[in-house]
């Protein structure tokens, strides 16, 4: 299956009439590419059952926040956002959850967002998370790499030495689970 014919014009003209910049929109656009590719190889070779239009779409929303504002709080209104669109509450917990890759309670305090569970439970919310930063370290041209494969055999070096990608420690350690998790079940 072709993963670009799992994203459907109306939600990329849904991202357009909320406000969103072009350069944000090719962003989640290669993001819910990069999501569908890492879930397809999944599902080729473990076997995992996934949501795959949650996966596509869950991507291609992750950052609708960006229409109002790059700050922090982006996921919070971008979920807000999605509801009075009508998504799927799967869709906008990815939104509200994206940021850091799953915040703790304390982070939470720390980054002045509302105390509450930003845990990626479900394998889907993870890929499309794990995308997202692929996706950054293969277009932002800060790190000299020669295709998306290298990307992710150099995740891990890449995350510990530009801290743009790694954060901090505890976002750096959730990033490099997601990875290894990932990578494991796309080797089967």
């Known amino acids: 299956m072709n993963r670009i014919t799992m994203l459907q014009e109306e939600d990329i003209n849904l991202l357009k009439k909320s406000g969103m910049s072009e350069e944000d929109i090719t962003h989640s656009v290669q993001v819910a590419e990069k999501a569908l590719e890492i879930a397809e190889r999944i599902r080729k070779t473990s076997g995992t059952g996934l949501d795959m239009e949650l996966v596509g ?6 950052d609708l926040g960006k229409a109002k504002t790059h700050a922090m709080e982006h996921g919070m209104i971008g979920a807000r ?55 950054d370290i293969i277009h932002d041209g800060i790190v000299a ?28 350690a959730r990033y490099l689970g997601y990875h290894q998790e990932i990578q494991s079940l796309m080797a089967g």
């Not at 990815?94 to 509302?114: N, S």
């Open 57 to 62: 779409r869950g991507a291609l929303f992750h």
């Open 81 to 135: 956002m999605g509801r009075d669109l009508g998504l799927p509450e799967a869709v906008t917990a990815i939104m509200e959850k994206h940021i850091r890759g799953g915040l703790t309670a304390d982070e939470a305090v720390e980054l002045g967002l509302p105390v509450k569970d930003y845990t990626l439970g479900r394998l889907e919310e993870r890929i499309i998370i794990y995308a997202d930063r692929l996706v």
């Open 145 to 172: 790499i020669s295709s998306e494969l290298e990307a992710e055999e150099r995740f891990e070096e890449i995350l510990r030495n530009f801290p743009k990608y790694g954060k901090n420690e505890p976002t750096m």
